[in-house]
């Protein structure tokens, strides 16, 4: 759908999300990110500016790296694995796998299959999670932050800049499950959508309301 003189619409591109109309529509009001992200290891990295994070709120507030204009057009963009991992061979071609045999199941990724948490291992990763734990190491000791000190609230789903003094029980809006990537299918298992193209999982609305949270796990 083209946006018409006057009539607010929602740019489509990936990183922009702004609700603009044709008037304000003007080369550089637009920011964005214009390839998709790269999964490996852990790490979310954009294929486009090569920024990357561990953390997946974080990585979805990753300012766009190019400008240009708003569209309506949906960016044909795909995820790119560079996890050279092999999967598990399945035992039977005709029996569906089991939680043993599953590869997505023993590293302790959500399987949609077998419609559980596996059984994580010490190497297991799940998006939105703290990456690369290390053992028995000291809890962290917490700043202290002034009421009026900008912070960037690392729910999943969130990752607005917020102040503790303007901080509410229903201040944020967020995701509190995992993100779960799984089949050519990308959602959420809190609310348990899922959607085919990245663009779309973006643009999944977050399921739960609660504290904004810059300590977030």
Not at 6 to 29: A, K, L, Y
Not at 204 to 210: M, Q, T
Request: glycine fraction near 8%; charge should be positive; hydrophobic fraction near 25%.
């Amino acid at each position: 759908m083209a946006a018409t003189d006057g009539v607010p619409v929602r740019c489509q591109r990936i990183g922009c999300d702004t609700v603009f109309t044709e008037q304000d529509n003007v080369d550089g009001s637009c920011r964005y990110h214009d390839s998709g992200p790269i999964f490996h290891d852990g790490m979310k990295e954009w294929s486009c500016c090569k920024q990357k994070s561990h953390d997946f709120s974080l990585f979805l507030a990753i300012p766009g790296c190019k400008t240009g204009k708003h569209t309506t057009e949906k960016p044909a963009t795909k995820i790119v694995s560079t996890n050279t991992r092999k999967p598990a061979p399945v035992q039977s071609s005709t029996q569906k796998k089991s939680e043993e045999s599953c590869s997505r199941c023993r590293q302790g990724f959500f399987c949609s299959d077998h419609g559980s948490q596996g059984r994580p291992s010490k190497a297991a990763v799940v998006l939105g999670d703290t990456d690369n734990p290390v053992e028995n190491s000291p809890a962290p000791v917490k700043k202290k932050i002034g009421i009026n000190e900008p912070q960037t609230c690392r729910n999943k789903g969130c990752g607005k800049t917020f102040k503790e003094k303007e901080n509410h029980e229903t201040a944020c809006e967020y995701h509190p499950g995992p993100a779960v990537f799984h089949d050519r299918l990308r959602g959420w298992k809190c609310c348990d959508v899922h959607v085919k193209e990245f663009d779309e999982f973006l643009s999944i609305p977050p399921c739960a309301k609660g504290w904004h949270n810059a300590d977030a796990a």
